[in-house]
T-cell receptor, first 113, second 118 residues
Framework: DTGVSQDPRHKITKRGQNVTFRCDPI?????LYWYRQTLGQGPEFLTY????????KSRLLSDRFSAERPKGSFSTLEIQHTEQGDSAMYLC???????????FGQGTRLTVV | AQTVTQSQPEMSVQEAETVTLSCTYD???????LFWYKQPPSRQMILVIR??????QNATENRFSVNFQKAAKSFSLKISDSQLGDAAMYFC???????????????FGKGTKLSVIP
Protein backbone atom coordinates (compact mmCIF):
# COMPACT_ATOMS: atom_id res chain seq x y z
CA ASP A 1 0.00 0.00 0.00
CA THR A 2 1.62 3.22 -1.17
CA GLY A 3 -0.74 5.67 0.50
CA VAL A 4 -2.95 8.30 -1.07
CA SER A 5 -1.66 9.30 -4.48
CA GLN A 6 -2.40 12.59 -6.24
CA ASP A 7 -1.64 13.55 -9.81
CA PRO A 8 -0.26 15.87 -10.97
CA ARG A 9 1.88 17.22 -8.16
CA HIS A 10 2.10 20.62 -9.79
CA LYS A 11 -0.05 22.34 -12.38
CA ILE A 12 0.38 25.76 -13.97
CA THR A 13 -2.50 26.96 -16.06
CA LYS A 14 -3.67 30.14 -17.70
CA ARG A 15 -6.69 31.93 -16.35
CA GLY A 16 -9.84 30.68 -17.99
CA GLN A 17 -8.56 27.19 -18.69
CA ASN A 18 -10.04 24.03 -17.22
CA VAL A 19 -7.99 21.72 -15.04
CA THR A 20 -8.58 18.26 -13.62
CA PHE A 21 -6.85 16.59 -10.70
CA ARG A 22 -6.86 12.94 -9.80
CA CYS A 23 -6.75 11.23 -6.42
CA ASP A 24 -6.19 7.53 -5.82
CA PRO A 25 -7.11 6.66 -2.25
CA ILE A 26 -5.68 3.84 -0.20
CA UNK A 27 -7.26 0.66 -1.47
CA UNK A 28 -10.41 -0.39 0.39
CA UNK A 29 -10.86 3.07 1.89
CA UNK A 30 -14.44 3.92 1.05
CA UNK A 31 -14.32 7.48 2.37
CA LEU A 32 -12.63 10.19 0.32
CA TYR A 33 -12.23 13.90 1.04
CA TRP A 34 -11.00 16.95 -0.87
CA TYR A 35 -9.51 19.98 0.90
CA ARG A 36 -8.02 23.23 -0.36
CA GLN A 37 -5.06 24.91 1.31
CA THR A 38 -3.98 28.44 0.46
CA LEU A 39 -0.71 30.03 1.53
CA GLY A 40 -0.59 30.68 5.25
CA GLN A 41 -3.85 28.92 5.95
CA GLY A 42 -4.92 25.53 7.15
CA PRO A 43 -6.76 23.16 4.82
CA GLU A 44 -10.42 23.95 4.15
CA PHE A 45 -12.95 21.23 3.48
CA LEU A 46 -14.37 21.04 -0.03
CA THR A 47 -16.28 17.79 -0.43
CA TYR A 48 -16.74 14.22 0.83
CA UNK A 49 -17.53 10.91 -0.81
CA UNK A 50 -18.69 7.67 0.68
CA UNK A 51 -18.04 5.11 -2.02
CA UNK A 52 -19.34 6.76 -5.21
CA UNK A 53 -21.85 9.02 -3.48
CA UNK A 54 -20.95 12.66 -2.88
CA UNK A 55 -22.53 13.21 0.53
CA UNK A 56 -21.32 16.65 1.49
CA LYS A 57 -20.19 19.78 -0.32
CA SER A 58 -18.79 22.96 1.16
CA ARG A 59 -20.07 26.36 0.18
CA LEU A 60 -16.50 26.93 -1.01
CA LEU A 61 -17.24 24.57 -3.90
CA SER A 62 -18.62 27.00 -6.45
CA ASP A 63 -20.40 25.97 -9.63
CA ARG A 64 -17.05 25.96 -11.42
CA PHE A 65 -15.90 23.05 -9.29
CA SER A 66 -17.05 19.50 -9.78
CA ALA A 67 -15.89 16.29 -8.19
CA GLU A 68 -16.62 12.71 -9.08
CA ARG A 69 -15.76 9.29 -7.77
CA PRO A 70 -16.92 6.75 -10.33
CA LYS A 71 -17.21 3.22 -9.03
CA GLY A 72 -16.07 4.37 -5.62
CA SER A 73 -12.40 4.14 -6.48
CA PHE A 74 -10.32 7.09 -7.67
CA SER A 75 -11.71 10.61 -7.63
CA THR A 76 -11.33 13.62 -9.89
CA LEU A 77 -11.70 17.29 -9.09
CA GLU A 78 -12.30 19.58 -12.04
CA ILE A 79 -12.14 23.35 -12.02
CA GLN A 80 -13.64 25.11 -15.01
CA HIS A 81 -12.70 28.62 -16.14
CA THR A 82 -9.92 28.91 -13.59
CA GLU A 83 -9.35 32.19 -11.77
CA GLN A 84 -6.26 33.47 -9.99
CA GLY A 85 -8.04 32.95 -6.69
CA ASP A 86 -8.10 29.22 -7.40
CA SER A 87 -4.33 29.07 -6.90
CA ALA A 88 -3.84 26.75 -3.95
CA MET A 89 -2.78 23.30 -2.83
CA TYR A 90 -5.56 20.76 -3.36
CA LEU A 91 -5.36 17.92 -0.87
CA CYS A 92 -7.07 14.56 -1.04
CA UNK A 93 -7.55 12.26 1.94
CA UNK A 94 -9.12 8.88 2.49
CA UNK A 95 -10.24 6.80 5.45
CA UNK A 96 -11.64 3.32 5.99
CA UNK A 97 -14.42 4.68 8.15
CA UNK A 98 -15.99 8.02 8.88
CA UNK A 99 -14.75 8.20 12.43
CA UNK A 100 -11.24 6.99 11.84
CA UNK A 101 -8.03 8.72 10.92
CA UNK A 102 -7.89 10.42 7.53
CA UNK A 103 -4.76 9.75 5.48
CA PHE A 104 -3.66 12.62 3.27
CA GLY A 105 -1.93 12.70 -0.10
CA GLN A 106 0.90 15.07 -0.96
CA GLY A 107 -1.46 17.39 -2.78
CA THR A 108 -1.62 19.08 -6.16
CA ARG A 109 -0.30 22.62 -6.25
CA LEU A 110 -2.24 24.73 -8.74
CA THR A 111 -0.93 28.04 -10.00
CA VAL A 112 -3.20 30.14 -12.19
CA VAL A 113 -1.38 32.80 -14.20
CA ALA B 1 -19.79 26.96 13.12
CA GLN B 2 -16.68 25.76 14.85
CA THR B 3 -13.44 27.72 14.70
CA VAL B 4 -9.88 26.75 15.55
CA THR B 5 -7.24 29.31 16.49
CA GLN B 6 -3.50 28.82 16.61
CA SER B 7 -1.99 32.02 17.94
CA GLN B 8 1.66 31.16 17.30
CA PRO B 9 2.54 31.45 13.60
CA GLU B 10 6.11 30.35 14.27
CA MET B 11 7.98 28.64 17.09
CA SER B 12 11.51 27.41 17.52
CA VAL B 13 13.08 24.91 19.89
CA GLN B 14 16.55 23.64 20.56
CA GLU B 15 17.16 20.02 19.74
CA ALA B 16 16.41 17.75 22.74
CA GLU B 17 14.36 20.47 24.45
CA THR B 18 10.60 20.63 24.99
CA VAL B 19 8.17 22.90 23.17
CA THR B 20 4.43 23.52 23.54
CA LEU B 21 2.18 24.58 20.69
CA SER B 22 -1.10 26.29 21.55
CA CYS B 23 -4.56 25.77 20.13
CA THR B 24 -7.95 27.09 21.17
CA TYR B 25 -11.29 26.31 19.61
CA ASP B 26 -14.83 27.50 19.75
CA UNK B 27 -17.81 25.18 19.70
CA UNK B 28 -21.22 24.75 21.25
CA UNK B 29 -21.02 20.98 20.98
CA UNK B 30 -20.24 18.76 23.93
CA UNK B 31 -18.87 15.79 22.01
CA UNK B 32 -16.15 16.13 19.41
CA UNK B 33 -12.64 15.11 18.42
CA LEU B 34 -9.45 17.13 18.37
CA PHE B 35 -6.33 16.38 16.36
CA TRP B 36 -2.81 17.58 15.80
CA TYR B 37 -1.48 17.04 12.28
CA LYS B 38 2.12 17.49 11.11
CA GLN B 39 2.92 18.71 7.59
CA PRO B 40 6.63 18.50 6.73
CA PRO B 41 7.84 20.57 3.76
CA SER B 42 6.65 19.06 0.48
CA ARG B 43 5.30 15.99 2.21
CA GLN B 44 1.88 14.81 3.14
CA MET B 45 0.07 15.67 6.31
CA ILE B 46 0.20 12.98 8.97
CA LEU B 47 -1.72 12.53 12.18
CA VAL B 48 0.34 13.12 15.31
CA ILE B 49 -2.22 12.64 18.05
CA ARG B 50 -5.98 12.64 18.64
CA UNK B 51 -8.20 13.36 21.63
CA UNK B 52 -11.84 12.46 22.18
CA UNK B 53 -13.64 15.19 24.10
CA UNK B 54 -15.45 12.72 26.37
CA UNK B 55 -12.15 11.37 27.64
CA UNK B 56 -10.68 13.25 30.57
CA GLN B 57 -7.29 11.65 30.25
CA ASN B 58 -4.86 13.52 28.03
CA ALA B 59 -3.66 11.58 24.99
CA THR B 60 0.01 10.60 24.69
CA GLU B 61 1.96 9.19 21.74
CA ASN B 62 5.62 8.62 22.56
CA ARG B 63 7.25 12.10 22.72
CA PHE B 64 3.97 13.85 21.91
CA SER B 65 1.33 14.65 24.50
CA VAL B 66 -1.58 17.02 24.78
CA ASN B 67 -3.03 19.21 27.49
CA PHE B 68 -6.78 19.13 26.89
CA GLN B 69 -8.76 21.69 28.90
CA LYS B 70 -12.38 21.23 27.84
CA ALA B 71 -13.85 24.06 29.88
CA ALA B 72 -11.25 26.48 28.57
CA LYS B 73 -11.54 25.03 25.04
CA SER B 74 -7.80 24.65 24.88
CA PHE B 75 -5.81 21.85 23.27
CA SER B 76 -2.03 22.31 23.39
CA LEU B 77 0.62 19.94 22.01
CA LYS B 78 3.81 19.24 23.90
CA ILE B 79 6.79 17.80 22.07
CA SER B 80 9.47 16.41 24.35
CA ASP B 81 13.08 15.69 23.39
CA SER B 82 12.66 17.58 20.13
CA GLN B 83 14.36 16.11 17.08
CA LEU B 84 15.38 17.66 13.77
CA GLY B 85 12.68 15.60 12.07
CA ASP B 86 10.02 17.37 14.12
CA ALA B 87 10.51 20.53 12.06
CA ALA B 88 7.24 21.06 10.18
CA MET B 89 3.94 22.91 10.10
CA TYR B 90 1.64 21.72 12.85
CA PHE B 91 -2.10 22.05 12.47
CA CYS B 92 -4.71 21.74 15.14
CA UNK B 93 -8.03 20.38 13.87
CA UNK B 94 -11.58 19.83 15.13
CA UNK B 95 -14.23 17.37 14.07
CA UNK B 96 -17.76 16.97 15.36
CA UNK B 97 -18.77 13.66 16.84
CA UNK B 98 -20.92 11.30 14.75
CA UNK B 99 -24.27 12.88 14.04
CA UNK B 100 -23.00 16.40 14.62
CA UNK B 101 -23.21 19.13 12.01
CA UNK B 102 -20.46 18.72 9.42
CA UNK B 103 -19.15 15.68 11.21
CA UNK B 104 -17.42 14.41 8.09
CA UNK B 105 -15.08 17.32 7.89
CA UNK B 106 -12.04 18.55 9.74
CA UNK B 107 -11.81 22.24 10.66
CA PHE B 108 -8.17 23.32 10.79
CA GLY B 109 -6.34 26.21 12.40
CA LYS B 110 -3.85 28.28 10.40
CA GLY B 111 -0.91 26.29 11.66
CA THR B 112 2.32 26.83 13.58
CA LYS B 113 5.66 26.52 11.84
CA LEU B 114 8.09 24.73 14.14
CA SER B 115 11.82 25.04 13.61
CA VAL B 116 14.28 22.81 15.45
CA ILE B 117 17.70 24.30 16.09
CA PRO B 118 20.61 21.84 16.17
Amino acid sequence: DTGVSQDPRHKITKRGQNVTFRCDPISEHNRLYWYRQTLGQGPEFLTYFQNEAQLEKSRLLSDRFSAERPKGSFSTLEIQHTEQGDSAMYLCASSPGTWTEAFFGQGTRLTVV
Amino acid sequence: AQTVTQSQPEMSVQEAETVTLSCTYDTSESDYYLFWYKQPPSRQMILVIRQEAYKQQNATENRFSVNFQKAAKSFSLKISDSQLGDAAMYFCAYRSAPGGAGSYQLTFGKGTKLSVIP
